[in-house]
């Protein structure tokens, strides 16, 4: 069955959740215009990233006012959605999240962002399971930014059984990092290489915009299991929509010919990791 999958580069209004939920709607209805049966936002799309002193002010609660507004959203569209938000819990901790939303307006996914980057470990609990979800299109992975640079966990949720991952995303840079290399075409390879190395679709939705002095870096995309690239978007506000079947036979050809992961060799890299540990104690 195929699908139309639409990723979202958001240029999220710090701080102001009415006013993103607003364009979300604005967007999702644009991309069902064009046929698409998931739209995808960004990481803490509902609020933008570096919101700092506001950040418990923030945060909701899964389900919650904002799940609530995208629920009828993705009711009036027929489509799902996908977005980060930062996730209050009765404990009072504080997780950055991502929701899935079904074309009935139910939360059916529901994801803790498990490798936390840098400062993020001050201020939100780290995530502890993995988010496999099936849908009418097959099974699909929901994935956070930094996710995506962790190959081991990725590859796992392949072996759960996902043949899309979703990954919301807001890769920045600052005039330093830029001078090393790293830039929008990096991560949007970043992203085509999980989909090449482990035969399966990858869509990849990233911010666009400057806060605080960081800027986002875009490249949003979907790619596909031979980590080409099927819809791309490079700078600036905007949507870019792919159509694509999990279970298209073309795809079952290619995995003949690309069989990395049945070529895994598990006994090496366990007998390789043991003597690591040998060596280290």
Same mark, same amino acid.
């Given at each position: 069955?195929?699908?139309?999958?639409?990723? %979202?580069?958001?240029? !999220?209004?710090?701080?102001?959740?009415?006013?993103? @939920?607003?364009?979300?709607?604005?967007?999702?209805?644009?991309?069902?215009?064009?046929?698409?049966?998931? %739209?995808?936002?960004?990481?803490?799309?509902?609020?933008?990233?570096?919101?700092?002193?506001?950040?418990?002010? @923030?945060?909701?609660?899964?389900?919650?006012? =904002?799940?609530?507004?995208?629920?009828? %959203?993705?009711?009036?569209?027929?489509?799902?959605?996908?977005?980060?938000?930062?996730?209050?819990?009765?404990?009072?901790?504080?997780?950055?999240?991502?929701?899935?939303? =079904?074309?009935?307006?139910?939360?059916?996914?529901?994801?803790?962002?498990?490798? #936390?980057?840098?400062?993020?470990?001050?201020?939100?609990?780290?995530?502890?399971?993995?988010?496999?979800?099936?849908?009418?299109?097959?099974?699909?992975?929901?994935?956070?930014?930094?996710?995506?640079?962790?190959?081991?966990?990725?590859?796992?949720?392949?072996?759960?059984?996902?043949?899309?991952?979703?990954?919301?995303?807001? +890769?920045?840079?600052?005039? +330093?990092?830029?001078?090393?290399? +790293?830039?929008? $075409?990096?991560?949007?390879? #970043?992203?085509?290489?999980?989909?090449?190395?482990?035969?399966?679709?990858?869509?990849?939705?990233?911010?666009?915009? %400057?806060?605080?002095?960081?800027?986002?870096?875009?490249? =949003? !995309?979907? !790619?596909?299991? =031979?980590?080409?690239?099927?819809?791309?978007?490079?700078?600036? $506000?905007?949507?870019?929509?792919?159509?694509?079947?999990?279970?298209?036979?073309?795809?079952?050809?290619?995995?003949?010919?690309?069989?990395? @992961?049945?070529?895994?060799?598990?006994?090496?890299?366990?007998?390789? $990791?043991?003597?690591?540990?040998?060596?280290?104690?």
């Amino acid at each position: 069955m195929s699908l139309k999958i639409a990723v %979202v580069q958001l240029d !999220c209004v710090l701080g102001d959740v009415n006013a993103n @939920l607003d364009k979300m709607a604005r967007f999702t209805a644009a991309g069902a215009a064009q046929g698409a049966n998931i %739209v995808i936002f960004p990481e803490l799309g509902t609020t933008g990233y570096f919101v700092g002193d506001k950040l418990n002010e @923030l945060a909701e609660t899964i389900p919650g006012s =904002s799940t609530d507004r995208l629920g009828e %959203v993705a009711r009036a569209n027929g489509a799902y959605i996908m977005t980060g938000m930062i996730e209050k819990t009765d404990g009072d901790r504080l997780f950055n999240a991502a929701v899935l939303i =079904s074309p009935q307006g139910e939360v059916i996914g529901h994801y803790r962002k498990c490798h #936390l980057f840098s400062a993020e470990k001050e201020f939100f609990a780290t995530g502890d399971q993995a988010e496999v979800i099936d849908t009418e299109f097959g099974r699909v992975a929901l994935t956070v930014c930094y996710d995506l640079v962790f190959p081991e966990y990725i590859r796992s949720l392949v072996l759960k059984g996902a043949r899309l991952i979703l990954n919301s995303t807001d +890769w920045i840079t600052n005039p +330093w990092q830029t001078s090393k290399g +790293w830039g929008g $075409e990096v991560v949007s390879h #970043l992203a085509a290489t999980r989909a090449l190395e482990n035969t399966i679709h990858v869509a990849m939705a990233d911010r666009a915009g %400057v806060e605080e002095g960081w800027k986002s870096l875009g490249h =949003s !995309c979907v !790619c596909a299991p =031979s980590g080409g690239f099927l819809a791309r978007i490079e700078e600036g $506000e905007g949507m870019a929509v792919a159509e694509v079947n999990l279970d298209d036979p073309e795809w079952d050809t290619w995995r003949t010919i690309a069989t990395y @992961l049945p070529d895994r060799r598990m006994d090496l890299y366990e007998k390789i $990791e043991q003597e690591a540990l040998e060596a280290a104690s």
